[in-house]
């Protein structure tokens, strides 16, 4: 990455109204872990950044898991007595189960209800719900919905397809200087979702975009996977390229109201993991960070034991945090442009830690070099205080004895990663310090 | 131990009660560290579990100390001038000091008083001291008692023998499949105290005689020794058994109304401090733990740095700190079923803790396995939580990479033993997990 | 050190007087990094301790610097139009702008201006300003003073040499047993300041002339040195001494009254900061401790990488965290002879803790010896309690397992070093104990 490329700053304007309009665009469309609405998805990313789309055949094996049948739907309804569309899935693609078996026929009320899922405890709201390894069929409907059905029975229509076809995933590889690689995950497997995640592959997108801009050192691998299953078929297929992985996060959740949150790493004290903290720590606003847990997204895949990858999750309000969550009121109006930037503009300022972090070693370890006569310290002594810049030229001199990086340092100094690499690029520039 | 064993809740009903009992049995006894009384406690607990025995003669050395002369009390009193018994044993025998020499005599009221020990601040109780190590006549009485006190002299007996003979201790093993043991430890050398120590004897003896049912997979061995001496003199004849003590508690005040108290072994990380304070941690009620330190009972000994077993001390108020603590208001109202309960459920999750603690490696380390397929995973997804099985799955799986132990697990996932235990289970039944 | 020496109180009465009586003695003079008044203030030590006095000649390399030019001053004046001195070194040797180069003439005022140095936030205090390393020349002064100017111009002089001379500082070695150093150094280059730092120097002073008659383990190493190049002087022309030092402190703002401030060394952990944590803590009185940062007195020059020594800055409120700080506040009243006196004795403390701390290992490992019978265990047994000898001497017998040294023990023990000291001392008494 170019230096100027770390004051990211310039990049951003923009972004958030870019990634909003791209969560707008997504959102009618109708995905599951199989499927057209996954392969549309995928096409529209792919109209911004030319990411490679796989095909993995049903029946593929995964570990412990095969490759499901690819579903397909068209049309799906509840039709009362008069012949109307009680239940309609042209109005929400969330009325369907998901994953839902294909079904017609009609239906007795008390038979039909127990294929409805509600959440009475938010009687406008229509769940999200999948069935995606135990074959079923099922409507999502408001609790409201579910309570004006009166009939006696119904005609119930999934127009839908479970047949052999494959899973479909993008990837997208930004080449850096040197082979190790930092991993940005989304899933895309969610319908109408907008938080969860189209937040997610918004943000994404826009950095897989960006990121070729930069020259970064290290490479970036962009995966656009159905949950679960994606990510299991991508570890499976690439083994050997997970064990050059350095790095990674899972990108979900970025465009709503909460506070940024991160999730750990299983390892706990990676480099991913101090960086996120020290990026959040440095901004000064609220923040939060929680301790990893085998359940979430995939980073569940990517911390099984038998790979153990470095690998958090950056979030605002994480799964399963916010009321809307799995819901139709997780929509267009939950996730906002300032939003979606000032999550970018975490990642970036991670980005720009990943990329810069280094060893270096002072070439004057022996006392203080004198700043002074290199007119990088103020003349007029007596002050109570050293000046901020002073400070970090200090603490980078004393700390650069070859075994601590800029991220060391910038943990024991307490100062922004920033004022700690500015320091160090100035020392750098008088032969004061160089790389170790 | 069977896996039904480690539902403990099927042994403990009548358990309370049986060990109260046991104690008001005990309490008459005038025990010390040598002598008939404390033989006679020993015989009692041989009716209820085939303890050995042992007799150890006065002078026999050990390590720096040297088994002292068995002392034996018929009768002590302190006779007024009118020739009523103002101080007499047969009322209590804390008056005596505890192997006090014997003596006859008139004794002036100001000399008298010189053998007297008070309690000021309680003036209706008597205290309880001793003299073991510095040859000494006394009694002890209330402060009420002193001060009644009139006469110019008083005639004194003590019917005492202080004589060679042997120190006497009782130890019962319950063979496990393995020769590492487990050692629970309790002093008898108190008279009538029923907290401090019949409360400890009554629950040691409780466990005795029900882990033989269990079958164990590690060696229990059960120690009712005399305080101080009487740990000296069995570490000093057992330095090689010693060496396969891998647990260890002292067993004392067992049945107060304090909160559970656990106090760490010299290593302060050891697995029985683990085990312990997860058991706590588990119940969700109140607790409290304190640091070793070399003063207390026998753990004193058992953590000398010569030895630096493994052993805590697990008691409800611990030693000293509570008021009735040696004094004659430690009686039979002090001590309760229902505490002693208590305290014996905790003893007996710390057993199944130490006995099915172990390390389990996963069959499929490289992503999860898919649950869902083996019918232990919920079929509907989309919830905002996993279930509470799911999760102990989940972290087991996760976990499972060769250098976890149960304890681990429960400890990292914040999730109680049990929990962890029977997701273990379940796994080694669905082939996912093995032992390590 | 003799064990007499360690019971240090005898010594103090008076000390802080004594202290008081040198700060007054020095504080007229005109020091600065180089010059008479500097060589004039290490004079007057030499009459109570006597030190080595050296002289390095200007122009000298001491690793990325080079010593200075003498400064020598004589007079310096601002006059109205009317001859009246407006400003008179004469007053305070404050007014000058310390090291300030020669000067002589009429200055309009806009120019005077801008060579005149104020604290707007105190406008009747004189600030502290130099200018070692860039020529320039200027006057202090008050804001009242500066905003009284109203003449159109100004006579402006300053008697002063910038001339090739030599940096004088002092050295003062009180040998010890072992040739394991000690170093304790001052900064002597601030003009009229009492706390900073003839505060220090003073208490300097002191240990080294009373820490001749201790008889030593260690040896002690005094220095006083103009600050910065002075420690860099110090350490280019002593690599193979500075190898030797095992604990340091940075003495300065030793007489104020804030609470005792410990700034740990760079290592955070050595023995010399948990000495002083120890000492700290054991007195029972408030004090702050500070993580090592590389701004401040000259541990900035003894931490340095290439360095690293264990030495930290022991002082009252520290660097920069009064008002009076380097302004003419700084003068004889914000000293107490009771300030001084109380940091003495904490520095005694220390001494104490880094003399004796050594590791001892039990003769009787295994189970605790009997106390008892050599008459240092209390006889009578019951109390709640052990007493605070008994404690110290189990403590002491408990960790003596060959690995803990005396600092150890206490941190462990939460008891006072000198408690833990002192059973030492009764246990090797009774062949108890011996050295490691």
New interface residues.
Partial sequence: MTSDATGNGSLLPGAGQWMYRFVEELYPICRSITGEGTRETLRRIATQVPIDIHEVPSGTP????TVPREWNIRDAYVKNLAGQRVIDFNKSNLHVL?YSAPFRGMVPLEVLREHL?TLPEKPDWI????????E?WGFCVSQRQADSLRDREYEVCIDADLKDGSLTYGEYLVPGSTDQEVLLSCHICHPSLCNDNLSGIALTTWLATHLREMKPRQSYRFLFLPG?IG??VW??RN?KIASKIRHGLVVACVGDSGIPTYKKS?RGNAEIDRAVLLALRTRGSEYSVREF???GYDE??Y??????LPVGSLTRTP???YPE??TSADNLDLVRPAYLADSLSIYMDVIEILESNSTYV?L???????L??RGIYR????????GKV??AL??V?????GKNSLLDIAER?NLAYKEIYQAIKLLVQHDLLKKS
């Fill in positions: 995964a570990f412990d898991w998901n899922f769940p999200y719900r999948t069935s995606y390894y135990k079923n679960t990510a299991i570890l499976s083994e299983r847990t085998p359940y569940r895949q911390c099984s034991p038998g790979f153990d799964h399963g945090g969550y799995h002072s004057c370890q022996k006392c203080e070099p004198q002074g006569k003349a007029l002594g007596g002050h109570p205080d050293a002073e400070m200090l603490w001199l004393n700390m650069s004895d100094s």
